[in-house]
C-alpha cells in the first residue's frame, strides 16, 4: 500500500504539527442523559492505541461521537487539526460486526468495495481501479478466495476481516475499529491485529475499542482508561497500572449515573 | 382492435399496470432491505385523503389530479410519522399503526361526506380502495408508465447509494454520505409507487406491491442487482395477471387479485428455491444429520 | 352511496343512542386489548390481526354463520391465530423479518376475504364496502329482545365480548404486566408466557370481530392503538394506562359518533380521526414529557440557571474583591433579568451601582460554588481532565447537585477544602 508515499507527508503524521486526533471536552448524551463526560485527549503519533473499559462505559459512543455518528452536546473533537468534515476520506471506521444484516443480499467484493464509495463520490461506478483495490485489501486480510461469497456463510472472524478490508479499501491515515476481536476465533484475531501492526508499520494511527484486558497490554502502545469519563491515558505500562484499572473497573460511575439521570430530567440529584 | 380476444384499452392498461408492478417491486427491495417493510403502508393509507382532497379542492377526477393529491398526503402522512417519533416516546410500531388507522379514517370521513356535501360526481374514488383498472384509459396507464420508468431510472442512478445505506448506515454516515437524505429517497420512491399503485391495487393492499415481490425474489438470490431484477419481475407478473382476471370478471376488484399472484409467487418461492426455499433447507438439515 | 352515513336513520335519539352505545362498548374492548398490545410492542400485529380476520369471518358467514354470531367469533379467532403462525414460521423458517412477514401474510389473507366476499351469492350479509369503514347504519334495527325491550344484537354482542374480556384481564392482569415487562424472566419464573401470549392474541381477534359491524377491518387498528398509545404518554403504571385508554376510547367514540351524524358522514372514519386528536393532546399536554412540558421543563431550567449563575456571579465578584482582583464577565440580558427578579425576590440588595447578597442570597449563592468547586475537585480526582478544562463541566454540573450527591462528592475527593485551582469551597449551608 503505497498512498503514504504517493502524497508524501500532506498534513500527515509529522512531528510540531497538530494531533492526529484531539478530543477536546467530548461530552455525550443519549436521549439528554451523559454516558460521557468530558473527555479530554489528544493522540499526536501514530500507533496502535487501545480504548480500554468496563461494558456499558460509553467506550463505542465516544468512538461513534468521533464520527459524528451521534451528537455531541459539549465539545469536538478534531482529526489532523482540522474538523471531520474536510478530511473524511482519511478516516477509516470498522463497526461492530452486529450492527449489520449479514443476512443482506450482497457478497464479500461488495462489502469491500463499499470502502471505496467515499472516494468515489455521487452515481460513479466502482470501477477496475477500485475492484484492484479491493482485491488487494481482501488478501491483506487473508480472504482472497472467498471474495464471491455471501457475506452471510462466513465465519464471525471471517465477518470482522471482511469489515477490515472495507476500511483498508478506504485507505485512510487514521483507523477506529469498534470492538474487532469480539466474538472473533484466535486465528482471526493475530490476522487481525498483524495487519493493525502493518498499519501502524506505514505510518497510520489505529484507535481500537478494546474490552479484554489481558490482550491489551500485549497489543497497544498507548491506551485510554475510559469508565463514563476518561480515567488515564498515555502508554500502556504507565496507564495500566493496578490503582488506574481499579478506578476504572470499580469506579465512582455511581455519581456520573445519578448526575445523568438528574441532567436528563433537568432538575438536581437528591 | 383486439389481441388474445383483449380490447385495445385492457392490454394498454395492462402494460401500465406491469410497469408499476415492476417499478414497485424494484423500489420496495430497497425498502425491505432498509427494514422498513411497513413505512409503504402507512403511505399507502394515508393516500385516501389526498385522493378526497384532490377532487375537494379541484373539482376534477382526472387520475393525474387525484394521484398528485394522493403522494401529496403519503408525504405528510410519513411527515407524520417523524414528528410522533421525534416529539413523543410512543414507539415506532405503535406510531406507524396510528398514522395508518387515524389517516385512512379521514380519508373514509371524506370520501363518504362527499355525497352528503353535494359533491354528486364523487363516485369512482372508492376505486382507490381495492383497486379497479377496468376505468382506466389509455392516458392514465401512459402516466402510470412514465411514473414507474422514473422510478426505476432513479434506483439505477442511486445503486450504489441505497445500497450502502440499506446494508450499513453507520458505516455510510461514517464516511460522509447523508444518510437522512438517501433514506429520504427510497422512502420517498416507495411512496411515488404506493400512490401509482394505488388505482391498480388501492390503498388497502398496495403495500403488498412493494413488500411480497421483495421477499419472494431474495429466496431465489443472494445478489442485490438480481433481487431487484427479479423482484420487479415477479412484481410486474402478479399486476399482469391480477389486471387480466379482473377484465375477465369484472365483479373482483383488481387489488386482491394482483395480491394474490403475488402470493402465489411468493408461496413458491418460500417453498421451492433452491438453497434458501422451505426443500432446500430441509434436505440441508437432514443431510447434515444423517 | 359507498359508506353509510349516520344521517341514514334520521333524529330518533334512542336509535343514536344504541348506535352510539354499541360503538363505545366496542372501543373500550379494542383499548383493553390494545394496552397490552402497545406496550409489548405488537401494535402492528394488531393491526395485522384486524385485517387478517376478514377470510375467517367471510367463511364462517358463507358457511352459515351469522354475522355477531358464536361461529363468526370461531373463524375469526382461528383465522388471527392463523395469521401470527404463519408470519411467526416465516421468520422461524425463512428467516423473513417480522415486518415484512407481516406485510405479506395480511395483505395476502385480506385478499382472500374480499375476493371470497365479492364472489360469493348475494344476500350473504357482508357487505364489501362495510369491510373497509364499517357501517353502523342497520345495527339498531337488527335487534332481539329482552325483557320486553329491543335490544340492538350488535350491541349484546360488543357488550358479551366486552365482559369477556374485562373479566379474562382483570384474572390474569399480573401474568400480563410480568410478561409485558419483562418474558424471559417471565418464563424463569414458571409464567405460562406462550399461552398469555396466544391468550393476547384470541383476545385481539374477540375484539376485532366484536367491532367489525362499527368500523371494518382496517380502521380497527385505530380502535386498538391510538387510545392505548395516547394513554401511554399520559400514564405511568399498565393498569392506569388500560383505564385512561378505555375512557379515551369511549369519549373517542361519543364525540366521533356525534360528528359523524353533525357531518354526515361515516361515523367509524370520524371516531378514528376523533382519536388521533386525542392522541395529538396528549402528545401536546402529557404532564410529564408532553411537548409543552418539555418546553416549559427548558425554560424553567434556562431560569434557574440564570438566578444561581447571577448570585454566584456576585458572590465570586465579592471574593475577587476582597482578593484585590478585577471583577468578573459581565452578565448577560437574561441574568441582568434574573438580578431584577431576585432583588425583588429579597436575595439581592441594590446598593448604589453594585449589588449585594442578602443572608439569604448568600446562602443560595454558597450552595452554587460549593456545587461548582467540589465539581472540579471531584473532576480532577478522578477524570483525567486538564486544569483549564475543569470549568466549563462544573458550569454546566453546579445547577444539578442536591444536597446528598454534593455530601458523597465531598467523601469521595477525601474532604477537600479547596478545589483543584487551590480556592476555598464554601462550607454547606
Same mark, same amino acid.
Given at each position: 500500500m503505497s498512498r503514504a508515499a504517493a502524497d508524501p507527508g500532506q498534513d500527515g503524521p509529522r512531528a510540531g504539527g497538530p494531533p492526529l486526533v484531539d478530543f477536546h471536552d467530548v461530552t455525550v448524551a443519549y436521549g439528554g442523559r451523559p454516558v460521557i463526560w468530558n473527555v479530554d485527549l489528544e493522540i499526536d503519533a501514530a500507533c496502535l492505541f487501545?480504548?480500554?473499559?468496563?461494558?456499558?462505559?460509553?467506550?463505542?459512543?465516544?468512538?461513534?461521537?468521533?464520527?459524528?455518528?451521534?451528537?455531541?452536546?459539549?465539545?469536538?473533537?478534531? =482529526? =489532523?487539526?482540522?474538523?471531520?468534515?474536510?478530511?473524511?476520506?482519511?478516516?477509516?471506521?470498522?463497526?461492530?460486526?452486529?450492527?449489520?444484516?449479514?443476512?443482506?443480499?450482497?457478497?464479500?467484493? @461488495?462489502?469491500?468495495?463499499?470502502?471505496?464509495?467515499?472516494?468515489?463520490?455521487? =452515481?460513479?461506478?466502482?470501477?477496475?481501479?477500485?475492484?484492484?483495490?479491493?482485491?488487494?485489501?481482501? @488478501?491483506?486480510?487473508?480472504?482472497? @478466495?472467498?471474495?464471491?461469497?455471501?457475506?452471510?456463510?462466513?465465519?464471525?472472524?471471517?465477518?470482522?476481516?471482511? =469489515?477490515?478490508?472495507?476500511?483498508l479499501a478506504q485507505q485512510a491515515d487514521v483507523y477506529l475499529l469498534d470492538e474487532p476481536m469480539a466474538g472473533v476465533d484466535m486465528r482471526s484475531q493475530e490476522q487481525i491485529f498483524r495487519v493493525l501492526a502493518e498499519l501502524k508499520a506505514e505510518g497510520r494511527l489505529v484507535i481500537v475499542v478494546h474490552h479484554d484486558l489481558r490482550t491489551a497490554a500485549e497489543w497497544f502502545d498507548r491506551v485510554a482508561l475510559v469508565d463514563m469519563r476518561?480515567?488515564?491515558?498515555?502508554?500502556?505500562?504507565?496507564?495500566?497500572?493496578?490503582?488506574?484499572?481499579?478506578?476504572?473497573?470499580?469506579?465512582?460511575? @455511581?455519581?456520573?449515573?445519578?448526575?445523568?439521570?438528574?441532567?436528563?430530567?433537568?432538575g438536581r440529584t437528591p | 382492435m383486439t389481441l388474445l380476444g383483449l380490447p385495445y384499452n385492457t392490454l394498454v392498461v395492462a402494460v401500465g399496470v406491469a410497469a408499476v408492478g415492476f417499478a414497485a417491486g424494484v423500489v420496495g427491495s430497497l425498502c425491505v432491505l432498509r427494514k422498513r417493510s411497513l413505512?409503504?403502508?402507512?403511505?399507502? /393509507?394515508?393516500?385516501?385523503?389526498?385522493?378526497?382532497?384532490?377532487?375537494?379542492?379541484?373539482?376534477?377526477?382526472?387520475?393525474?389530479?387525484?394521484?398528485v393529491g394522493a403522494l401529496s398526503a403519503a408525504i405528510a402522512g410519513l411527515a407524520a410519522l417523524l414528528l410522533v417519533r421525534r416529539f413523543t416516546r410512543t414507539r415506532d410500531d405503535a406510531a406507524t399503526a396510528?398514522?395508518?388507522?387515524?389517516?385512512?379514517?379521514?380519508?373514509?370521513?371524506?370520501?363518504?361526506?362527499?355525497?352528503?356535501?353535494?359533491?354528486?360526481?364523487?363516485?369512482?374514488?372508492?376505486?382507490? %380502495? %381495492?383497486? /379497479?383498472?377496468?376505468?382506466?384509459?389509455?392516458?392514465?396507464?401512459?402516466?402510470?408508465?412514465?411514473?414507474?420508468?422514473?422510478?426505476?431510472?432513479?434506483?439505477?442512478?442511486?445503486?450504489?447509494?441505497?445500497?450502502?445505506?440499506?446494508?450499513?448506515?453507520?458505516?455510510?454516515?461514517?464516511?460522509?454520505?447523508?444518510?437522512?437524505?438517501?433514506?429520504?429517497?427510497?422512502?420517498?420512491?416507495?411512496?411515488?409507487?404506493?400512490?401509482?399503485? %394505488?388505482?391498480?391495487?388501492?390503498?388497502?393492499?398496495?403495500?403488498?406491491?412493494?413488500?411480497?415481490?421483495?421477499?419472494?425474489?431474495?429466496?431465489?438470490t443472494d445478489r442485490m442487482s438480481t433481487m431487484l431484477l427479479l423482484a420487479g419481475t415477479m412484481g410486474l407478473v402478479a399486476a399482469v395477471v391480477g389486471v387480466l382476471v379482473s377484465a375477465a370478471w369484472p365483479r373482483l376488484a383488481t387489488g386482491p387479485l394482483v395480491v394474490l399472484a403475488a402470493a402465489a409467487i411468493f408461496g413458491i418461492s418460500f417453498i421451492a428455491a433452491p438453497k434458501r426455499g422451505w426443500i432446500a433447507r430441509r434436505l440441508r438439515d437432514a443431510a447434515r444429520n444423517a | 352511496m359507498l359508506f353509510g352515513a349516520a344521517t341514514f336513520f334520521g333524529g330518533d335519539p334512542a336509535i343514536h343512542g344504541w348506535a352510539m352505545a354499541t360503538a363505545a362498548v366496542v372501543a373500550a374492548s379494542c383499548a383493553l386489548v390494545g394496552t397490552l398490545l402497545v406496550v409489548r410492542r405488537m401494535s402492528l400485529l394488531g393491526d395485522a390481526i384486524g385485517h387478517a380476520v376478514l377470510p375467517g369471518i367471510a367463511i364462517a358467514v358463507l358457511a352459515g354463520g351469522r354475522p355477531g354470531g358464536l361461529f363468526?367469533?370461531?373463524?375469526?379467532?382461528?383465522?388471527? $391465530? $392463523?395469521?401470527?403462525?404463519?408470519?411467526?414460521?416465516?421468520?422461524?423458517?425463512?428467516?423473513?423479518?417480522?415486518?415484512?412477514?407481516?406485510?405479506? #401474510?395480511?395483505?395476502?389473507?385480506? +385478499?382472500?376475504?374480499?375476493?371470497?366476499?365479492?364472489?360469493?351469492? +348475494?344476500?350473504?350479509?357482508?357487505?364489501?364496502?362495510?369491510?373497509?369503514?364499517?357501517?353502523?347504519?342497520?345495527?339498531?334495527? &337488527?335487534?332481539?329482545?329482552?325483557?320486553?325491550?329491543?335490544?340492538?344484537?350488535?350491541?349484546?354482542?360488543?357488550t358479551l365480548s366486552f365482559a369477556v374480556l374485562a373479566a379474562a384481564a382483570v384474572a390474569t392482569w399480573k401474568l400480563q404486566v410480568f410478561t409485558a415487562f419483562d418474558p424471559a424472566a417471565a418464563r424463569a419464573a414458571g409464567v405460562p408466557v406462550a399461552a398469555i401470549?396466544?391468550?393476547?392474541?384470541?383476545?385481539?381477534?374477540?375484539?376485532?370481530?366484536?367491532?367489525?359491524?362499527?368500523?371494518?377491518? #382496517?380502521?380497527?387498528?385505530?380502535?386498538? #392503538?391510538?387510545?392505548?398509545?395516547?394513554?401511554?404518554?399520559?400514564?405511568?403504571?399498565?393498569?392506569?394506562?388500560?383505564l385512561i385508554a378505555m375512557a379515551l376510547a369511549v369519549v373517542g367514540a361519543c364525540i366521533g359518533y356525534l360528528a359523524a351524524w353533525h357531518f354526515n358522514t361515516n361515523a367509524a372514519g370520524m371516531i378514528a380521526v376523533v382519536l388521533g386528536l386525542e392522541y395529538i393532546?396528549?402528545?401536546? $399536554?402529557?404532564?410529564? &414529557?408532553?411537548?409543552?412540558?418539555? +418546553?416549559?421543563?427548558?425554560?424553567?431550567?434556562?431560569?434557574?440557571?440564570?438566578?444561581?449563575?447571577?448570585?454566584?456571579?456576585?458572590?465570586?465578584?465579592?471574593?475577587?474583591?476582597?482578593?484585590?482582583?478585577?471583577?468578573?464577565?459581565?452578565?448577560?440580558?437574561?441574568?441582568?433579568?434574573?438580578?431584577?427578579?431576585?432583588?425583588?425576590?429579597?436575595?439581592?440588595v441594590r446598593d448604589g451601582g453594585t449589588w449585594r447578597l442578602s443572608p439569604r442570597g448568600r446562602r443560595d449563592a454558597e450552595t452554587v460554588v460549593r456545587s461548582h468547586r467540589l465539581w472540579e475537585a471531584w473532576l480532577g480526582r478522578h477524570a483525567d481532565l486538564p486544569l483549564d478544562h475543569l470549568h466549563p463541566p462544573a458550569e454546566w454540573v453546579e445547577h444539578h447537585l442536591g444536597a446528598a450527591m454534593r455530601r458523597r462528592i465531598e467523601v469521595e475527593t477525601g474532604w477537600r477544602q479547596s478545589d483543584p485551582h487551590g480556592r476555598e469551597i464554601p462550607p454547606e449551608a
Open positions: 487501545g480504548i480500554i473499559g468496563p461494558n456499558g462505559a460509553g467506550k463505542s459512543t465516544l468512538l461513534k461521537a468521533a464520527l459524528g455518528l451521534v451528537p455531541m452536546v459539549g465539545g469536538s473533537v478534531h =482529526f =489532523f487539526g482540522k474538523p471531520l468534515r474536510e478530511v473524511r476520506p482519511r478516516v477509516g471506521y470498522v463497526p461492530q460486526r452486529e450492527t449489520v444484516d449479514w443476512d443482506f443480499p450482497v457478497n464479500v467484493m @461488495d462489502v469491500v468495495l463499499m470502502g471505496t464509495y467515499g472516494r468515489l463520490g455521487w =452515481f460513479r461506478r466502482p470501477g477496475a481501479r477500485e475492484r484492484q483495490l479491493a482485491r488487494d485489501s481482501l @488478501d491483506r486480510v487473508g480472504l482472497a @478466495d472467498l471474495a464471491g461469497r455471501q457475506i452471510g456463510r462466513l465465519s464471525g472472524g471471517q465477518q470482522q476481516r471482511v =469489515f477490515l478490508a472495507r476500511a476518561l480515567v488515564a491515558s498515555g502508554p500502556t505500562a504507565a496507564v495500566l497500572t493496578p490503582e488506574n484499572l481499579q478506578r476504572t473497573y470499580a469506579g465512582h460511575i @455511581d455519581v456520573l449515573e445519578e448526575l445523568g439521570r438528574a441532567v436528563a430530567t433537568r | 413505512v409503504g403502508d402507512a403511505a399507502a /393509507h394515508a393516500t385516501l385523503v389526498g385522493v378526497a382532497g384532490a377532487f375537494l379542492a379541484t373539482g376534477r377526477r382526472d387520475l393525474a389530479t387525484l394521484l396510528i398514522v395508518i388507522g387515524v389517516s385512512f379514517g379521514l380519508g373514509i370521513t371524506l370520501v363518504s361526506g362527499l355525497p352528503a356535501w353535494g359533491y354528486a360526481n364523487s363516485a369512482g374514488l372508492e376505486q382507490f %380502495l %381495492l383497486g /379497479h383498472t377496468a376505468a382506466l384509459t389509455a392516458a392514465d396507464a401512459m402516466l402510470l408508465t412514465g411514473v414507474a420508468c422514473f422510478a426505476t431510472v432513479v434506483v439505477t442512478l442511486l445503486f450504489k447509494e441505497t445500497t450502502l445505506v440499506a446494508f450499513d448506515a453507520a458505516f455510510a454516515a461514517a464516511t460522509g454520505w447523508p444518510v437522512l437524505l438517501i433514506d429520504a429517497v427510497i422512502v420517498g420512491l416507495v411512496a411515488v409507487m404506493v400512490v401509482a399503485g %394505488l388505482p391498480a391495487v388501492g390503498a388497502v393492499l398496495v403495500t403488498a406491491l412493494v413488500v411480497i415481490p421483495p421477499v419472494a425474489a431474495r429466496a431465489w | 363468526v367469533f370461531v373463524g375469526a379467532v382461528a383465522a388471527a $391465530l $392463523l395469521t401470527v403462525w404463519l408470519i411467526q414460521g416465516l421468520r422461524a423458517a425463512g428467516g423473513l423479518a417480522e415486518d415484512a412477514g407481516a406485510g405479506v #401474510v395480511f395483505t395476502t389473507l385480506f +385478499a382472500i376475504g374480499v375476493v371470497i366476499i365479492s364472489a360469493a351469492p +348475494a344476500g350473504t350479509h357482508i357487505d364489501p364496502a362495510c369491510v373497509l369503514a364499517g357501517d353502523l347504519t342497520f345495527i339498531p334495527f &337488527d335487534t332481539v329482545t329482552i325483557a320486553d325491550r329491543a335490544v340492538p344484537r350488535a350491541f349484546l354482542a360488543a401470549t396466544a391468550g393476547l392474541l384470541a383476545a385481539t381477534a374477540v375484539a376485532t370481530v366484536a367491532s367489525f359491524d362499527v368500523v371494518g377491518a #382496517v380502521l380497527v387498528v385505530a380502535l386498538l #392503538v391510538v387510545p392505548a398509545a395516547a394513554a401511554e404518554l399520559l400514564a405511568h403504571r399498565l393498569h392506569v394506562m388500560a393532546a396528549a402528545a401536546i $399536554l402529557a404532564p410529564d &414529557d408532553g411537548v409543552f412540558a418539555r +418546553a416549559f421543563g427548558r425554560l424553567r431550567l434556562a431560569w434557574r440557571v440564570a438566578r444561581e449563575d447571577r448570585l454566584a456571579g456576585v458572590w465570586r465578584e465579592e471574593e475577587s474583591a476582597a482578593r484585590g482582583r478585577s471583577a468578573v464577565a459581565a452578565p448577560s440580558l437574561l441574568e441582568r433579568c434574573a438580578a431584577e427578579w431576585l432583588r425583588i425576590d429579597g436575595s439581592l
